[in-house]
């Protein structure tokens, strides 16, 4: 799992490097104006009808001084499906495009900043491909930017810098997947190996069946300093450093000043120790003296490299996010 890509050139938040816009003569013949089709699932459709969804409002008011037109449609199996059959374009929530009109868009870990892509993975985002240089970004408003974010999300005594070792868990825990260097369990016993103390906790969202749990118990009575469960976020603010694939529990450590030993790819991998790059040995032992600069890598990140809904520039960068991904729509009025 290389990183070779990882240290291009930042890219343009208007341009993307593989996606091109589809030939005229591939598209269904549109008579009218481009449609746009916004495929949500439950009470995010509802909000999106409503107009109380802010992005989605947004993102309505901007494509159609575009000149294009919004529908909204529940997804499902059979509206996927159907979605590359009909005229103009399509953007689901999360779910991977089902053509090449189509793009998909995610919430950039917090509110109200999100991401509009033609990939579902988050380690081919645009993010993940940037370079950041932490010496450009101001860092007085960094500092400020982080305290604002920190008070709304993480709200709290100050984080304290334990001994604890934090292994979030996600799915999957006994298989290798193409986007890590071994499997979650593999992962637990290399951290537990070091001898600090470890503190893994299980996804409330995953499903772990009789062998996972077998597979845990085991790694425990190799590992004496290893413990299986507990409350992530309490953990998470004293703890010594996070250790995961690429759990959202790594971004919320860089709030609370958390260094990250990553064990798979994800789009917040530039601060990280990764281990595709240093070994799981090598990344193990810097993490406990690794201090990057926090406060500007989320600024970098969240306010210059995704859509802020609640900021003026949301329409420009939601029609540049667009024709990154090869769509061929012109300027709102004014944007």
Same mark, same amino acid.
């Given at each position: #799992?290389? &990183?070779?890509?990882?240290?291009?050139?930042?890219?343009?938040?208007? /341009?993307?490097?593989?996606?091109?816009?589809?030939?005229? +003569?591939?598209?269904?013949? #549109?008579?009218?104006?481009?449609?746009?089709?916004?495929?949500?699932?439950?009470? *995010?459709?509802? $909000?999106?009808?409503?107009?109380?969804?802010?992005?989605?409002?947004?993102? !309505?008011? %901007?494509?159609?001084?575009?000149?294009?037109?919004?529908?909204?449609?529940? %997804?499902?199996? #059979?509206?996927? @499906?159907? @979605?590359?059959?009909?005229?103009?374009?399509?953007?689901?929530? *999360?779910?991977?495009? $089902?053509?090449? =009109?189509?793009? $998909?868009? /995610?919430?950039?870990?917090?509110?109200?900043?999100?991401?509009?892509?033609?990939?579902?993975?988050?380690? /081919?985002?645009?993010?993940? =491909?940037?370079?950041?240089?932490?010496?450009?970004?101001?860092?007085?408003?960094?500092?400020?930017?982080?305290? !604002?974010?920190?008070?709304?999300?993480?709200?709290?005594?100050?984080?304290?810098?334990?001994?604890?070792?934090?292994?979030?868990?996600?799915?999957?825990?006994?298989?290798?997947?193409?986007?890590?260097? *071994?499997?979650?369990?593999?992962?637990?016993?290399?951290?537990?190996? %070091?001898? =600090?103390?470890?503190?893994?906790?299980?996804?409330?969202?995953?499903?772990?069946?009789?062998?996972?749990? +077998?597979?845990?118990?085991?790694?425990?009575?190799?590992?004496?300093?290893?413990?299986?469960?507990?409350?992530? #976020?309490?953990?998470? &603010?004293?703890?010594?450093?996070?250790?995961?694939?690429?759990?959202?529990?790594?971004?919320?450590?860089?709030?609370?000043?958390?260094?990250?030993?990553?064990?798979?790819?994800?789009?917040?991998?530039?601060?990280?120790?990764?281990?595709?790059?240093?070994?799981?040995?090598?990344?193990?032992?810097?993490?406990?003296?690794?201090?990057?600069?926090?406060?500007?890598?989320?600024?970098?990140?969240?306010?210059?490299?995704?859509?802020?809904? %609640? =900021?003026?520039?949301?329409?420009?960068?939601?029609?540049?996010?667009? &024709?990154?991904?090869?769509?061929?729509?012109?300027?709102?009025?004014?944007?």
């Amino acid at each position: #799992m290389g &990183r070779a890509a990882l240290s291009q050139p930042t890219i343009p938040f208007g /341009r993307h490097p593989f996606r091109r816009t589809a030939p005229a +003569a591939s598209l269904p013949a #549109m008579t009218h104006a481009p449609v746009l089709r916004v495929y949500l699932e439950g009470s *995010m459709l509802e $909000t999106a009808r409503a107009g109380s969804f802010n992005f989605m409002a947004v993102l !309505r008011r %901007t494509v159609e001084a575009a000149g294009w037109r919004v529908e909204w449609h529940e %997804t499902g199996p #059979m509206a996927r @499906a159907a @979605a590359p059959t009909l005229e103009g374009y399509a953007l689901f929530h *999360m779910e991977a495009p $089902t053509h090449d =009109r189509a793009l $998909t868009f /995610r919430r950039a870990y917090h509110y109200p900043f999100w991401q509009i892509e033609p990939v579902q993975q988050r380690w /081919r985002f645009a993010v993940a =491909r940037a370079r950041h240089d932490p010496e450009a970004v101001d860092p007085g408003a960094a500092r400020a930017f982080a305290d !604002r974010l920190r008070a709304r999300v993480l709200p709290g005594p100050a984080p304290r810098r334990g001994d604890t070792v934090l292994v979030p868990l996600q799915g999957h825990i006994r298989r290798c997947r193409s986007f890590q260097t *071994m499997s979650p369990a593999d992962m637990l016993e290399a951290v537990a190996a %070091t001898g =600090r103390p470890t503190v893994a906790t299980l996804h409330p969202r995953e499903a772990y069946d009789a062998a996972d749990h +077998a597979a845990l118990d085991r790694l425990a009575a190799r590992h004496p300093n290893l413990r299986i469960g507990g409350d992530t #976020m309490r953990l998470l &603010r004293d703890c010594a450093f996070v250790a995961t694939q690429n759990s959202a529990v790594a971004f919320d450590g860089y709030l609370l000043g958390k260094p990250a030993v990553l064990f798979g790819q994800i789009d917040f991998h530039h601060i990280a120790l990764n281990v595709s790059e240093l070994g799981a040995e090598e990344a193990l032992a810097r993490a406990a003296s690794h201090a990057p600069d926090f406060d500007r890598y989320l600024f970098w990140f969240l306010q210059q490299n995704a859509i802020n809904a %609640t =900021r003026p520039d949301a329409g420009a960068r939601i029609l540049a996010a667009m &024709r990154r991904g090869g769509w061929p729509i012109g300027a709102a009025p004014g944007a």
